[in-house]
């Protein structure tokens, strides 16, 4: 496993822009894919995009397809998501995750990734 660390969260009013930034510790961190999750108040953890260990594929849920966008930079052991246009609906407590152990590809499913950030909040104002 890795240790990972987000950073980037914050408040911003409908229609505006973030960067989440997920830094990994470790000397392999290009080998393996990478996910963001979200989660809101009373919800489960939802699957937002997911990228491959060359970051030259990537996956997007529906709901942000369009809007955000998943990066990464193998030389710097970081993930990023871009976040715009944003919508008081994308609230949540945001994630990164990585998969070390098995390669799931561009998973979807939160079991298919082993190693977890402590998250970051961000608050979407109407």
């Known amino acids: 496993q890795v240790q990972l660390v987000e950073s980037g969260g914050g408040l911003v009013q409908a229609g505006g822009s973030l960067r989440l930034s997920c830094a990994a510790s470790g000397r392999t961190f290009s080998s393996y894919a990478m996910g963001w999750f979200r989660q809101a108040p009373g919800k489960e953890r939802e699957f937002v995009a997911a990228i491959s260990w060359s970051g030259g594929s990537t996956y997007y849920a529906d709901s942000v397809k369009g809007r955000f966008t998943i990066s990464r930079d193998n030389a710097k052991n970081t993930v990023y998501l871009q976040m715009n246009s944003l919508k008081p609906e994308d609230t949540a407590v945001y994630y990164c995750?990585?998969?070390?152990?098995?390669?799931?590809?561009?998973?979807?499913?939160?079991?298919?990734?082993?190693?977890w950030g402590q998250g970051t909040q961000v608050t979407v104002s109407s």
């Open positions: 995750a990585a998969q070390t152990q098995e390669d799931y590809g561009l998973g979807v499913d939160q079991y298919e990734y082993d190693s």
